[in-house]
């Protein structure tokens, strides 16, 4: 397969969309971006990866990559007939361009991908084209516009892969609960969330979950919103959807101080603010408005100083700790004994909270001065000690003695 590049890619190419639907993004994002980097740029198989880089670009956040991608197929395809390749260009320049807060641009986009899929007869790029202009007018408070874009996409089901059918329905169940429209938004999200865990659509999964523990929060269900967010915050953590983590995040913040626990609250917020690793991103103002009077309730309840030691721990966590912090506090049973670090050493304690923030054994032998051997040593006593065999039980304990 070396030695054939366009065999490489085309097979590169074909499991692109298997790779998204089981959320399995880093490492084929890489080989992907090495098979194009070896093909005919412009060429067909180096524009259909390019459009699928830019996807899997732009759910791992990296927005400014997923823009280049995108971009690039935009560029190769536009002077040539219209095609299909350059409706999802334009459409997934669209919805990146949107995240990052341009929606003049990201609407426009949209707009010239709608026209062009129409006239050629692309439905995944029609498809696309709505649901963008959907989300577009949901950002902008135009609820009656988003759900009627949101429902002119979902009639289109002829011609379609079953992940972009599935990901009208969290759209749908989006735009709808913007609207106010619960009932309907939780009939159409719970039906989407069921075909996707038939289809085995982790992706799907994880974002139709975000939209339901919204929903459960909303009416006052607790109970289900916990096991439904722990669900999700699973399958983020499983598939590396950067987007699902730190929306769980904010709403494992919000069921916390709806629950009366200002403190975790404050510091899941911090930790959701401190993860936009490339500064790109940029919420909807409405949600904005919406979190800073949670935050300022919150502060309230705990006072200035209480406030600034929990912000203080949020923002310390990496994303890894910040989602094991969640899962622990959704957790259903009742508060498990973890095992206390008192019998371990001041080193052993220090390697314990440099895993707990996400370093490899490589990272930490590099910052501690010592080898990787050395590294390993030292966790097998501390595993021996603490009973602690993996390593989110060693950050789950790092946790528990609020080492981090």
């Known amino acids: ?24 993004l880093a490492g084929e994002y890489r080989l992907l971006r090495q098979a194009a980097g070896r093909a005919e740029a412009g060429s067909g198989g180096w524009c259909t990866a390019q459009l699928l880089l830019g ?3 732009q759910f791992s956040a990296d927005l400014a990559a997923a823009l280049g991608h995108f971009t690039a197929a935009r560029d190769a395809a536009a002077g040539r007939p219209p095609s299909p390749a350059l409706t999802v260009a334009l459409a997934g320049r669209a919805g990146t361009l949107l995240l990052t807060g341009r929606t003049a641009e990201a609407a426009g986009d949209a707009r010239r991908a709608l026209a062009l899929a129409r006239q050629i007869g692309d439905p995944a790029g029609e498809l696309l084209a709505l ?13 009656d516009k988003a759900i009627r874009l949101a429902r002119l996409a979902g009639k289109i089901t002829v011609g379609i892969p079953g992940v972009l059918a599935r990901y009208c329905s969290s759209v749908l169940t989006t735009v709808l609960a913007g609207a106010g429209d619960l009932a309907e938004s939780e009939r159409i999200g719970a039906a989407g ?71 975790e609250a ?11 690793r490339h500064g790109e991103l940029t919420d909807p103002p409405w949600f904005l408005a919406r979190w800073e009077e949670q935050l300022d309730q919150a502060r309230q309840v705990l ?20 989602a094991e912090y ?39 032998a590099a910052q501690l001065h010592i080898s990787v051997r050395t590294v390993g040593s030292h966790l097998d006593r501390i595993r021996d000690k603490t009973g602690c065999h993996r390593r989110a039980d060693l950050t789950r304990l790092a946790l528990s003695a609020r080492l981090v």
């Not at 006072?303 to 910040?322: F, H, K, N």
């Open 55 to 57: 996807l899997m670009a």
């Open 193 to 263: 969330l069921a075909r996707a865990r038939d289809a085995g659509d982790l992706w799907n999964q994880a974002r139709l979950l975000t939209r339901i523990v919204e929903l459960d929060l909303w009416a006052g269900r607790t109970g289900d919103a916990a096991a439904h967010l722990r669900e999700g915050l699973r399958l983020a953590v499983r598939t590396g959807s950067w987007f699902d983590l730190r929306t769980g995040l904010s709403q494992c913040g919000k069921l916390c101080a709806v629950t009366g626990r200002a403190a």
């Open 131 to 143: 649901a963008n202009l959907s989300v577009s007018a949901h950002y902008a408070g135009d609820h």
């Open 1 to 24: 397969m070396a030695h054939d590049p366009a065999l490489a890619l085309r097979l590169a190419n074909a499991l692109g969309w298997w790779w998204l639907l089981r959320g399995r």
């Open 303 to 322: 006072g200035p100083g209480g406030a600034r030691a929990a912000e203080e721990r949020g923002t310390a966590m990496s994303l890894v700790t910040a």
């Open 326 to 364: 969640a899962l622990m506090l959704t957790d259903p049973g009742p508060p498990q004994s973890a095992p206390g670090p008192g019998n371990l050493s001041a080193r052993e304690r220090e390697l314990v909270t440099l895993v707990a923030q996400g370093r490899t054994n490589a990272q930490i």
């Open 266 to 276: 404050l510091t899941l917020w911090a930790a959701f603010a401190a993860v936009d």
